[in-house]
């Protein structure tokens, strides 16, 4: 292990842009910056492309990608359950819908064709989403995205009629859009000079009323341009309609107010790092922080609920819901019509439990198991239907177990509506949950699975912020692309993630930040020391925040691995919170413009590449159209490797947002790049 050296910090002083001679390329289209990255691009595919196992690797991963054997996401509106299919003949995609029974019979109701809208209006169009007005959910307002960006436009389409001519319409903005009614929208997006936090998200929300200009929303509230975002929703569910806003100040914190009908505000009295959750007449509040109501102190990672118009008057007292445990976290909920469902990990494996709200003046919440899915290791509520019912789609999943589509009323064994095949074979299989020890002695467990080739090389890959939880899950391009060729995977469990509850997040946040490495470099070394594979033998991946734990596994643990992919990876930690939406992340990271430079910079992957040690081989994959992490971080990065002597790859897809990419060609090819580069230098 290497830490980095003294020449290499001394780059990590410069101020934003100061000495920094790739600046230029953070101009996103710029002609030079473009030209560079063409260049790069034709090296990387000629390198890779050729040869018969990169298309090998290719085909098969886009044969399950576009297979009609492939579980669709569902969510439910009313009684149709909606879904986005993409395959070969339908590359952007197909709105649709069907019912339960129709996903039985695989029979759908086509709303929209996105391939014929982007050829008929000249748009590469990229489906980000659509808000339903409730209750009939008959009107949308579909977010149209160019090229997959976070920034899409918002146009109003009805289910018999199409687009809405003359219908409400927001042009290209990283936009939030509400139903109020027929006829009113909440709406936050560029309003134009000053509308826009520090973070490029809207820190105004508005009314809007149809028929008149945009410039004519009525203001409800605004934030300062220091916050994240602020947003104003209506809660349609029949007999507890109300308007909300929420003013997010920072990733972490956010005041929730209840928007009056004279457009006054009520500000719930909770904690601000506090996940809040109004729903018919409860309020959910799960803890990050520890707190203490009305006399009684509740840990990090309790889920509280309390009526919410006792919490209005300030004489009330909640209750307790969940309470973690050291290997017991909540991870999500999900209410039905009558119930409230609870995902819960213990030590990274899936439980759900129901709870029954009291009824009357009774604070007792029976709790009782979801029948027949506790025996199994990984399952994911995928939607409900809390308008209407008490059903739940249910996905169980594992690393070579295919994924299935579970339907149940809660009460009931669920039925299996779809179950997909075994799209790889991995013979004399096995996956085992290990544990190494990190630099402060803390447990890190880790899941390994194993091929038939025990000495066949193994992919390591990690995320480790956000409170993000990484599980077990059917990933078949990995199955084909890696596992079935005879590699082996490992997904470590580091700390700065949620698979045990805050406190987990909280032990790498901020200045603690370097304790998410230290996990990664421990589980390498884990399997190092137990014979599992070898320094040239393991590979490490990871994307967005888990791309700069790849740009520090490079720069500081060079020693450890053979070979390093990352996806969108964030790497300049001087500029980031300049860059796009990075000052988003500031309760994350810290902020470079403060002291807190001193704890960065020491990490900070574009500022530690140095001559010396020897870094194994990197391949860096991002997109033009990334408008949240910014394309220039790997850019810079490239360079500078470059300029110190270093063999890196390089491949910008010009489409694809943050995801890198924006369908199943793009997908197939950007994986099958990741794993022809990993094969070439692992084995």
Known sequence: MSAPTDDARAHAGAGPGEDDPYLWLEEVTGDRALAWVRERNAETVADLVSGGRFASIRDGIREVLDSTDKLPGLHWRGEYLYNVWQDEAHPRGLWRRTTVDGVRADAWEVLLDLDA???????????????????????????????????????EFDLSDGFVSG?????????????????????????????????????IAKRWTRGTPLSQAVTVFEGSPEDVRVVAVHDATPGFERDLVIRRTTFWDAQ????????ELSLLELPS???????????????????????????????LAVRLAELLTGDWKPTVLFEPAPDTTLQYWDWTRSHLVLGLLHNVHSELIVLDPPHEESDQWARSPLPGVSEVDQTQVMDTNPDHTDELLITTTGFTTPS??????????????????SFFDVPGHSVHQHWATSADGTAVPYFHVTGANLDGPTLLEAYGGFEICRTPTYDAALGRGWLARGGNYVLANIRGGGEFGPDWHFAALREKRPRAFEDLAAVAQDLHGHGVTTPRRLGVTGGSNGGLLMG????????????IVATVP???????????AGASWMAEYGDPDSDDWQFIAPYSPYHNVAATPTYPPVLWITSTRDDRVHPGHARKMTARLREFGHQVAYYENIEGGHSAAADNAQRAFRRALAFEFLWRHLS
């Open 117 to 155: 809208l982007a050829a008929a209006e000249n748009e590469n169009w990229v489906w980000a989403g659509a808000e339903a007005l409730r209750p009939d959910n008959q009107r949308y307002l579909l977010h149209l995205s160019r090229g997959g960006a976070d920034a899409a436009v918002v146009r």
């Open 552 to 563: 520090v596994m490079l720069t500081r643990y060079p020693s450890l691995f053979g070979a």
């Open 167 to 203: 219908g409400f319409h927001v042009p290209e903005a990283k936009t939030t859009a509400c139903w109020i009614d027929i006829d009113h929208v909440f709406l936050g997006t560029d309003f134009g000079r000053g509308s826009l936090t520090t973070s490029g998200y809207a820190r």
């Open 256 to 263: 929730t107010y209840l928007l009056g009908t004279a457009d």
């Open 273 to 303: 790092d506090a996940t809040v959750d109004v729903h018919r007449e409860w309020v959910l509040v799960r803890l990050r922080t520890p707190w203490t109501a009305a006399g009684v102190a509740h840990r990090a990672g309790t889920l």
């Open 404 to 421: 299935a589509l579970l339907h149940t009323t809660v009460r009931t064994r669920p039925e299996v509506l779809r179950q997909e095949p």
């Open 570 to 580: 964030l790497l300049d930690m001087r500029r980031y919170h300049v860059l796009l």
